[in-house]
């Protein structure tokens, strides 16, 4: 039995352990960005993933040897309904982390200046989404956290109060032109090997029992398999972030279809707002996913860009 004399970068990026199956459908967002501005915002929007689509723009981006001419974009397609601000939320900062001392679910349940402002460290806001309205098959609502920035903590508390009980739109936030990090659930691929997992190198030919395993799964000292090792297991339905998303297009689809022509798969016709990101975003179609304001990164240029095509023409399936 010898051994290897040559070395080899490891197989399966440590930043993603443990690779388990995701406990909701629902994307827990650990990080809300802050906007510098006067006025409160929300800073994410509920959605759910149509299906991808062909955009034809023109190359905004200055310098390049493409500028000004044609770029094809793979872009996703978002059904975003609209959502019900149904509660206000409070947090305070202990022992190191943020606990919630404060949820407020109707309007003329209190006022601004009853709200221990003093003592709250971070606004949030309780927002409902029906998946019914996008034509999916389930009844019961999503209620998820938004984050809110801007201004002081008690206008931030106010613009929230202000909003229980009423619907907002994807387009009081977002503008088509910026860039946004979307959450979501990746497909689940179930029950993996490491071949399949992580991406290790089948052994050679009669070498060994097994080919599609690791050789060493670890020294005789210490007798333990590190956490390092690539081992079988679950594979997708991971919590996943896209960031930097430019947005493409914002359009309702009673002025401007973008369904395909037999509806997208697995979806079926988008109806009411909707908002095209170029790239891909994480899950199956139907899938719940968060769009966020951008956490990191800056990109001056943030204006809508020139859409010339949007192909509507049906998929081969």
Known sequence: MGHRKHSAPRRGSLAYRPRGRAKSLVPRVRTWPKVESEKPTLLGFPGY???TAHVI???DRAKTPNFGKPL???SSVLALPDSQVVGLRLY???NGQDMAIADVKQANQTTPDKLPIE???RVAALVSS???DVGLS???PIVMEVGVSGGDLKGQAEFV???IGKKVKFTDMFKAGMYVDVLGITKGKGFEGPITRFGVKRKQHKSRKSVRAVGVIGPWHPAAVMYTIARAGQMGFHQRTETGKRILLVGNASANPVTPNGGFEHFGNVAGDYAVVRGSVPGPARRFVMVRMRARGFTKNQNPPQVVEVSTMARNR
């Open 49 to 51: 993933k149509a299906g």
């Open 57 to 59: 723009t023109v190359d």
């Open 72 to 74: 094809f974009n793979i």
């Open 92 to 94: 305070k900062h202990e």
């Open 119 to 121: 003592s709250v460290s």
């Open 130 to 132: 029906i998946p019914r």
């Open 138 to 140: 389930q009844k019961k």
């Open 161 to 163: 109060l202000g909003l």
